[in-house]
């Protein structure tokens, strides 16, 4: 959905197509389990780390990701009209606080 938006606003397209490369990752990663192999090939081929490693490395990087990701879609929202950016920040810290709310690590999970 933000691919297709980014070809129909005039303000903030980058930040649109960048939200729709996350996204697809995401959901792609879900499907393929695309990180596992990630992982395995920077871990053993690039820093050459035993496997123990991936449980440390993998959370920083999905993390990082997770924080692009909302920090994205927040400024995506300061891009657009005044009502729509209200709604998607609103919707933004309302997934926040239902994290923490429900004992999880809020904005970190």
């Keep these: 959905m933000a691919f297709f938006l ?21 959901s792609l ?3 393929v389990a695309a990180h596992e192999r990630i992982g395995t090939i920077v871990r053993e081929d690039v820093l050459g780390l035993p496997t123990g490693w991936g449980r440390v490395l993998w959370p920083l990087v999905f993390l990082s990701l997770l924080a692009t990701t909302a920090l994205t ?20 810290g309302a997934h926040l ?10 904005a970190l999970t």
């Design 73 to 92: 879609l927040w400024r995506v929202g300061g891009a657009q009209l005044p009502r729509i950016g209200d709604a998607i920040r609103t919707g933004l």
């Design 29 to 31: 990663d879900d499907i």
């Design 97 to 106: 606080v239902r994290r923490h709310r429900g004992g999880r690590l809020g």
């Design 6 to 26: 980014a070809f129909l606003v005039t303000r903030g397209r980058i930040g649109l197509l960048v939200l729709a490369a996350l996204l697809a990752f995401f």
